[in-house]
């Protein structure tokens, strides 16, 4: 079991920037898949980014070149930098962890633990 706590959520500008943090309770073996999603009112939670087990990193198409993905191991924490930040990327953002899962660009239902959300509003 593994606890996932985000943070770094809150109201910006269009064309503004945030960091999300999402900080786990224990180590986190590179052999988990660790990814972000969201879901705003009145839509389905959808995949934002995800790291493999060897490090490398999926994005979804709506946040490439945006969106930054990494993961520090040393105080086994997931972070998500996000740039020119659009008023379509509003929405709770969830930091997601699975120890079992074959590939880490997974639907939302097929991760075991997720953190408790953390809002990001652009207007």
């Known amino acids: 079991q593994v606890q996932l706590v985000e943070s770094g959520g809150g109201s910006v500008q269009a064309g503004g920037s945030l960091t999300l943090s999402c900080a786990a309770s224990k180590y986190i073996a590179r052999s988990y898949c660790m990814a972000w999603f969201r879901q705003a009112p009145g839509k389905e939670r959808e995949g934002v980014a995800a790291?493999?087990?060897?490090?490398?990193?999926l994005l979804a198409d709506s946040v490439k070149g945006r969106f930054t993905l990494s993961k520090e191991d040393a105080n086994n924490t997931l972070y998500l930098r996000m740039n020119s930040l659009e008023p379509g990327d509003t929405a709770m953002y969830y930091c997601?962890?699975?120890?079992?899962?074959?590939?880490?660009?997974?639907?939302?239902?097929?991760?075991?633990?997720y953190g408790q959300g953390t809002q990001v509003t652009v207007s």
């Open positions: 790291i493999d087990s060897d490090g490398s990193t």
């Open positions: 997601a962890a699975d120890p079992w899962l074959q590939h880490c660009s997974a639907g939302h239902w097929e991760y075991n633990f």
